[in-house]
């Protein structure tokens, strides 16, 4: 099983977070704004350190196996303005300035813009930004 | 490894979910008036589909390894507006009604109530109604 655990020192507050055995934790992000759910992603130890130190958000990308500082490839990046941990200290949760405007790869403000209806999942919510406009197409 | 799908034949929808090995997926429910985040907890199929057919929330949980219909005990329960989906198919998200505008075991409106502050997890939400007289001291 992948160690995704920070191996350096860290504060107290972080061992109050219950992580997965692969080290992790699922964070979800809010708009501070307008309370939009703009994704949920994973953290380990040293992710959710950085974030809480440099007041970006920076995730683990588990399809890639490493640090994800969001915004890095698209300059949308999560200026964070609080974090939350929730009662069973297994889910965290940041409100965010959402710089762009746009959180999701596609080109969406949010991850979530599908929703069910009539037992189909039907696209809500509209592409702001071409995506190929925002990572480049070759 | 536990498994937690469900056995009956389900709908297409259920199949555009991308389950985690033990059958689950995360359901953030959101208060759908305020946008406050209630709660996050997990999800198998069963539960997602009850959740779909009967409007209310259904969760999986897994310390007690069945079916977990949100406010069986406390009457706290959730009516869903909305179900969403993410990008990459592998986070539910649920807009809902909370009744009785509790949707924390320990009382509270939201399960995230503590915010990081100065490198210490404090309380910053207060207790609507004590966990005693919504579950019984005995």
Same mark, same amino acid.
């Given at each position: 099983?992948?160690?995704?655990? %920070?191996n350096?020192?860290?504060?107290?507050?972080?061992?109050a977070?219950?992580?997965?055995?692969?080290? $992790?934790?699922?964070a979800?992000?809010?708009?501070?704004?307008?309370?939009?759910?703009?994704?949920?992603?994973?953290?380990?130890?040293?992710? $959710?350190?950085?974030?809480?130190?440099?007041?970006?958000?920076?995730?683990?990308?588990?399809?890639?196996?490493?640090?994800?500082?969001?915004?890095?490839?698209?300059?949308?990046?999560? !200026?964070?303005?609080?974090?939350?941990?929730?009662?069973?200290? #297994? !889910?965290? $949760?940041?409100?965010?300035?959402?710089?762009?405007?746009?959180?999701?790869?596609?080109?969406?403000?949010?991850c979530?813009?599908?929703?069910?209806?009539?037992?189909q999942? !039907?696209?809500? #919510?509209?592409?702001?930004? %071409?995506?190929?406009?925002?990572?480049?197409?070759?």
């Amino acid at each position: 099983m992948q160690d995704c655990s %920070d191996n350096v020192e860290t504060p107290d507050w972080l061992d109050a977070v219950r992580w997965t055995p692969e080290g $992790l934790v699922p964070a979800i992000a809010q708009d501070a704004e307008t309370g939009d759910i703009l994704m949920m992603a994973w953290m380990n130890r040293q992710s $959710l350190r950085l974030t809480a130190e440099e007041g970006h958000a920076v995730y683990w990308s588990r399809s890639r196996g490493k640090l994800w500082r969001k915004g890095e490839t698209s300059g949308h990046e999560q !200026v964070v303005r609080e974090i939350r941990l929730d009662c069973d200290e #297994d !889910v965290i $949760l940041l409100k965010v300035e959402q710089k762009g405007g746009i959180a999701c790869h596609t080109g969406r403000r949010s991850c979530f813009y599908r929703a069910l209806k009539d037992g189909q999942w !039907v696209r809500v #919510d509209p592409v702001i930004k %071409d995506p190929d406009a925002i990572y480049g197409s070759n």
